[in-house]
């Protein structure tokens, strides 16, 4: 069996969860040794559903299991000198310890980095919170919806005369995730060239806002204030979710679908035309000017929703595809599942768990040629005590 | 202070925003991130979003979002249609460590630049491909944007209103998680390397990157064969959750009330003991039952309030909350100022100019800040070409006449016309709504002038 990329690191993993538990997911799937320190009763996403059937089980939490393939764990009671000082004793044979209560909570623990570093030099701590650890909103609450209120996207997200919209499922969690497991291989790496670990402060507000595209950078570059429009961009129409016969798709014609002037050959038809099926439209105004379809969108509408009526999603997705137009398709979670592209990548992942029995799981976000990423099943509950030497109620 | 990834050079090939998102985090993290445009097709954002939205005698260097995205790295321009470009592009990759690229699969076959050709050139290269949709599959040649890829994976038919159709989010949200996440993979890569000294390929897919944000809905799916609703700004684990309007323009606050100790914090700090005792929104299904009375009522003691001051009050109580912010608030708001979450830069032709962090970890030993302006057009040929490659002057004047390299863009007409047809309507914009305002002394606002 090909190793891991990380299969050489041991993390001592004490978040509950979303963004803490998607970090160190990240490196159980590419080999790490993740040791997941659970409060006896368990990290509280065991609590969350989906559940099958909707009757709440510990080991059948679908939000669990999916975000804790991998990992190995333990039951420990932080409060208790015992669990303290197994959590220490397990830190000493670690290379990064991630926690999502942030240093305050940490140093009530004797866990914080401060207290460690002296007799842990090497060891990189890792803190995934709301708000991040200096600040004047350091010790503020949140969670996903914050970060995304915070990031300008919500802002810039759904109707002009409704109520921001965010983005769904809980993204700044995710992405918070990432950028915690961003951070500590950067500071593993820093490790590796300097010998010295260090301590690693990630907010979810701050991910969130890492994604701006030019909300930020509008205000920065020309005083502009955008605002949300249908959560369209400022720079072209259309390029945007609309409605055909059976469904959905992403209308995108891109930098070559309409007409260019100057650029477009003489006697050639556009491949929007070719799409509608009618080469006058090249000679439309709307399908000469980009600044006319901005202003004149609603026209825009008009002329192109009597088409996308008449067609289904598919068909129109492979025509415009054809002509080298970037549209795309719009799937649920169950046309994810059978979609034939994912599949003939192996995509999905199905995994047998002791309790949850066989499911589909989501796939590895990248593939590696040597060391590629593997998922398998999450822990039940304190599965791993014995390994570590730890009883339910140390 | 060094940072981690000095001594590192990377090949950018990538471009618009998940490629150089990725890059950008390497540079940050202190990298040496080369990039490469050719002479014939600029990188798009060149094109998009002026400074002041006037791209005057020099659009391509006053492209806001190209410069926020490459600020810190170092640029070439080199024509790979020619073999000498290939063969210097080649040439740099045997020096290099990473190679990213973001083109459709069949590109870098064409030119013979794929994996395969490349570890012949330098056997531990680490490559990064970030695409659309992967580099094998029946999709695998699709042309792709940012925009349909968010759909793509899945994630916007779990976005919008209740009863409303799927919307996408207001940005092209999957090509910055893709670029995060590549940046991770190939720091992941880099340690096996340091390791074992092999390198290797990875294949980012954009859609599949996404996928796992829908994780709990598959699973959903998985154990109860059933769909997601769309529930606008609430979850299934807080009730009430939601997004209010406060007073002032356009101005709005969220809540997210987790338990019961939550909802009597909330009563008690908005000074309706009434509400904390209504039976009805004692427990978390009787919240839940009540939503969209709960939203009404919440409206009517937030619509009063300023969003910051509410804010704050109620987190000093206790409370999940957060003002929802726009661009200029972002820029300015207190604790992302104090965490430096907007590094200034002194842009050639554009003056100092604030640009968003991309990697938001802190560390105590170095700083993920950016490493500097974005490079002007080919603003290293000569210091890339000349020098790691050691190319005399004679030839990079040969080259530059030729056009395998250049500085200057190919352009149809005049620059200054250039600029003209690439200006925004904001006028219609702001009458539309689709901006809500334009400061001209937006640089003293920010405090970049006195």
Redesign the interface.
Known sequence: MAEG??S??RIVDLTQGIAGP?CTK?FAD?GAEVIKVEPPDGDWSRT???????EPHPE?S??F???NTGKKSLTLDLESDTGQALVKKLLAEADVLVESDGQTRMAELGLAHDDLRGGLPNLISVSVTP???????KD????S????????????????D????????T?AD???G??????A??????R???G?G??????L???A???????????????????????????GYP???M?CKDG?I?F?P??GGFPQR??TQEGTVSPMSLLMENPELDQNPLFQSG?ER??RWREVDELIQPFLDTKEAKEIVDFA?AL??????????????ED???A??S?FETIDHPEASK?????A???????PPMINRAPTLGEHNEEFGASADA | MPKPLEGIRVMDLTQVFAGPACTRILSDLGAEVIRMESPNRLDITRNLLHTDNDGQEVPWERALYFTIRNAGKKEIVVDLAQERGREMLREIIAQSDVVAESFTPRVMRAFELDYEHLKQVKPDIIMISLSGYGQDGPYSDWSAYGMGLEPASGVSQVTGYQGGPPIRSGLSFTDPYSGFIGAGAVLAALHHRRRTGQGQYIDLSEQEAAVPLVGAALMDYAMNQRLPERIGDRSPWAAPQGCYRCSGDDSWIVISIESDDDWAAFCSATGHSDWAADVRFSTFEGRREHHDELDKLITGWTKDQDHYKAFHLLQKAGVIAAPVLNGKQALLDPHFKERGQYDVVDQPHNGKRLVGRHLAAKFDEFEAAVAGPAPTLGQHNTEILGGLLGISDEELAQLTEQRVITTEPALPVPAAIVSQALKLPYEAFLENGTLQALDPDYQKQLGLEP
Not at chain 1, 162 to 169: K, N, V
Not at chain 1, 211 to 234: C, K, L
Request: charged fraction near 15%; include cysteine.
């Open positions: 990329s990380l050489d690191l998607y990240l590419l969350l559903g989906p559940f099958p059937s909707d059948k679908g939000l299991l999916h975000l708000f991040g650890c200096s600040g004047p909103y503020y609450r949140g969670n919806l914050t970060a995304m209120a915070m990031s300008t996207i919500m802002y810039n997200t759904g109707h002009p409704r109520e921001p919209l965010t983005t769904g499922g993204p995710y992405i918070a990432i950028h915690a497991w961003i951070g291989l950067a500071a593993v790496a820093y590796a060239e300097h010295k260090q301590h690693v402060d990630v907010s507000a701050e991910s806002a890492c994604t701006d595209e030019y909300n930020a950078g509008m205000y920065a570059f020309q005083g502009a204030i955008r605002r949300r429009f249908y959560s369209r961009h400022v720079f390029m945007d979710i409605a959905y992403v995108i891109g930098a100057g650029l600044q901005m202003i595809q080298r137009m970037p549209f795309a398709p719009v799937p649920t979670v169950k046309d994810l599942v034939e592209h994912l003939a990548r995509f499911l589909t799981y989501a796939g976000p990248f593939r590696m040629s040597e060391t």
